[in-house]
Structure formats: C-alpha cells, structure tokens
C-alpha cells in the first residue's frame, strides 16, 4: 500500500476520495487547512516583488529629470566657461600691452580655467548618474532578489504539501480520517494500492520449491476468470513453515511449505482485491 500524508499538520479541511474510488494521476487526494501557509506565500511574494524593484531601480540609475537638470548645468556651466575664456584673452592682450596688472591677468586666467574644471567635474556626473548603482550594491539587490526568491519557493512547496495528489493511478483502499479532524505532520491520511503493486502470494512444498526460481512465469485465476493470467516469480522464501490454517488449495499434501511471490506485467490489467483467493499453476 502507498500511505499518503503530508508533512505538515493541520486540520482536515477536505477529503476528495472515497473507499474503493480509482483516482487517476495529479487527481487530488485530500486538503488539510492552508491558512498560514497561503498567508506566508503572500508576504514572500510581497518581499520579492520588493525585492526585484530595488534592484531594477539601481539598474536604471537616476531618473530623467534629475538627468536633465545636469545637462542643464553642464550647459550653464560650459556658457560661463567659453565667457572666461574670452575675458581671459582680452586681459591677456591688455596685459600685454602693459594696461592691466599681473594680478588681474592672473585672475582672469586662473577664472577660465576653474570654469572649465567645472564643466569637466559635471560632465563626469551625468556619466555617473547614467551608469546606476555601484556594481557591488547591484550584485547586492542580486542576492536579495535570489534569497526572496527561495523564501517564495519555501512558501509554495508549504501550500502544495498541505494538498497532496496520487502520484499515479491507484485504487482508494482506505481513508483514515474525517473532515474537520486533526492530522499531525507524517500521519497517513489516504491509503492507496497502485495496480503495479499487487502481487500473487502461494504456497508451494517443499519438491515444488525446487522447481522454482525467480524470473519463471506462473498462471494465476480466479473465480469467473475464463483465461489464466501470466504473472512473473519474483521471491522465494528460503525458509520452510507451517501451512497456513487458511490456505485455499484443492489438496493440501504438506505440512511445510515455502511462500512464493509473484507480480502481473503492468498491461495485464487483472482486477484483484486484497486477501481474493487464486489458483496458481505452471
């Protein structure tokens, strides 16, 4: 049997299968109570969403206002400059035709040549500013995105767990709780058998064992079955045991028997129940 349960408690809030249903594969199985768990999935969305903003945020660098305002400035700053510069040559002229001082030459030079720092040290902001963020606060933002990413992960692996679906397709042989009940984490709710893990068990003696080994095929019917079915051995009990006293033989010629084991292909498609009655043959 395959004893489906989740690894999270909570309460039983729906039971979607039935004794004796056949539920196919990805169908639903049961729903215990996701609450905090759809509620913690939300907030670690909200924190990668937060997450994945900050760091397109330092992609982009400034905005384009604040751009343009240091073009502007650049362009401000490049006007005075060309305008020292001309103030600078008319007092260099003068200055060389002795009509102004040392000190004013001077001045006037050393103006022309701070407006041009000027317009050098705002043309290196705006290329700073197209640029962003620094690429260690990028890489960062990366990691923050990544972690918040996980802790989402984390949440919806928590949301799925707490609604577990058959893995293949099984018959439903027992449900082990009711709606509204209590299940704690690792508890079997659901109890399937898939069709693959049906097996023939049968008892043979002891010169019959001799005969057997595992690979052989052996014929199994059942009551209202016309055609034998093939099924594959697949153990042989080394040790010898007492006939069961409910062993359904026509003769029952030994009292130590060896217990045989074997399986269906997975097309046969046999329709057995748990504890039905066969008969087996070579």
Same mark, same amino acid.
């Given at each position: ?11 039983? @809030?729906? $039971?979607?299968?039935?004794?004796? !249903? ?9 729903? %215990? ?14 924190? $990668? ?6 760091? #397109? ?24 400059? +060309?305008?020292? !510069? ?9 200055? *060389? ?9 001077? !001045? ?6 701070? &407006? *041009? ?5 705002? @043309?290196? &902001? ?15 933002? *990366? ?32 449900? $082990?709780?009711? *709606? ?6 690792? !508890?079997?709710?659901?109890?399937? #058998? ?11 003696? @002891? ?17 209202? +079955? ?5 099924? @594959?051995?697949?153990? #042989? ?18 009292? %130590? ?14 329709? $057995? #129940? ?9």
């Amino acid at each position: 049997y395959v004893y489906v349960a989740s690894s999270l408690a909570g309460r039983l @809030e729906h $039971l979607a299968v039935q004794r004796g !249903q056949t539920v196919e594969s990805g169908m639903p199985l049961f729903t %215990l109570d996701p609450t905090i768990e759809a509620a913690n999935l939300r907030e670690a969305r909200e924190r $990668l969403s937060q997450a994945q903003s900050r760091l #397109l945020d330092l992609r982009k660098g400034q905005r384009p206002s604040e751009l343009a305002a240091l073009a502007a400035r650049i362009d401000q700053a490049r006007d005075a400059s +060309d305008l020292a !510069q001309l103030e600078a040559q008319r007092v260099a002229q003068l200055f *060389e035709n002795n009509v102004v001082s040392t000190e004013s030459y001077d !001045q006037a030079r050393l103006s022309a040549q701070g &407006q *041009e720092a000027q317009v050098r040290e705002l @043309e290196a &902001q705006l290329a700073t500013a197209q640029l962003g963020a620094r690429i260690d606060n990028i890489h960062a933002a *990366e990691a923050e995105v990544a972690a918040a990413q996980t802790g989402v992960d984390r949440a919806q692996w928590s949301v799925t767990e707490k609604a577990p679906v058959a893995s293949e397709e099984a018959l439903v042989h027992d449900t $082990l709780f009711r *709606e509204g009940e209590m299940v704690m984490a690792g !508890q079997p709710v659901v109890a399937l #058998l898939p069709p693959a893990n049906l097996k023939v068990r049968f008892f043979v003696p @002891e010169s019959a064992r001799a005969t057997l080994a595992v690979g052989d095929t052996v014929q199994v019917s059942f009551t209202g +079955d016309t055609t034998p079915t093939p099924a @594959e051995v697949v153990y #042989l009990s080394p040790q010898a045991e007492f006939t069961p006293p409910v062993l359904y033989n026509r003769e029952n010629r030994a009292k %130590l028997v060896f217990m045989i084991e074997a399986v269906f292909a997975p097309d046969a498609g046999v329709e $057995l #129940l748990p504890g039905q009655p066969v008969d087996v043959a070579r």
